[in-house]
Every structure is written in structure tokens, then in C-alpha cells.
């Protein structure tokens, strides 16, 4: 089993800047991939940004260009650096992670962006 915990969400204005953080433990040898999902009220969750074991990252086209998704394998974390932030970020933020096919998300934290 893999536990996911994420903190760094909150409020912030529209032009802000927010880091969250993603805490892995238990089972985390060989977690392949790490990577970010979101789910605004009434809509359906989606992707945000990924980073794979070999080092290789994506982006929705939503935020490209500002997220910056990185990793430091010896914390175990995997981070969201959001700059430029829009009232259309507002979303719980859930750290997912996938290791031998079976994937783990955590409780998700509240971003909230403020025009």
C-alpha cells in the first residue's frame, strides 16, 4: 500500500503563486509514476501534470507554462510549483501515483483563486 498525503493549498488571489506537496509513504519502492489531478465544483476531475520514475513530465495544456511538476526521490514528494494562478485553478488538488499497474490517490487539497 501506498499512502498520499498533500498539503500547500489555500487562498490566494488571482496572479499568485501556490507549491503543493505530495508526501508518499509506506510500499513507495517502485512507484512509477507521480503525477497531479484536479476537480473544480461540478465538474469532473482531470489531469494536471505528470512526472514518471525515468524523469519524463506533462502537462495539461491548461497549464503549460505555468506548473512545474518535480520530484525529490529521497523525501519521497512530488511537488506542484503553480505561478500565475487563475480563478479557473480553484479545485481540490489530489496527488496520485501509480505503482505495478495499481494506482493510489490522496485526500486532495483545496486550492482556491480569487479574481
Known amino acids: 500500500q501506498v499512502q498520499l498525503v498533500e498539503s500547500g493549498g489555500g487562498l490566494v488571489q488571482a496572479g499568485g503563486s501556490l507549491r503543493l506537496s505530495c508526501a508518499a509513504s509506506g510500499s513507495i519502492f517502485d512507484i512509477n509514476v507521480m503525477a497531479w489531478h484536479r476537480q473544480a465544483p461540478g465538474k469532473q476531475r482531470e489531469f494536471v501534470a505528470i512526472s514518471t520514475s525515468g524523469g519524463a513530465t506533462n502537462y495539461a495544456d491548461s497549464v503549460k507554462g505555468r506548473f512545474t511538476i518535480s520530484r525529490d526521490n529521497v523525501k519521497n514528494t512530488v511537488y506542484l510549483q503553480m505561478r500565475s494562478l487563475k480563478p479557473d485553478d480553484t479545485a481540490v488538488y489530489y496527488c496520485?501515483?501509480?505503482?505495478?499497474?495499481?494506482?493510489?490517490w490522496g485526500q486532495g487539497t483545496q486550492v482556491t483563486v480569487s479574481a
Open positions: 496520485y501515483a501509480v505503482k505495478q499497474s495499481i494506482s493510489f
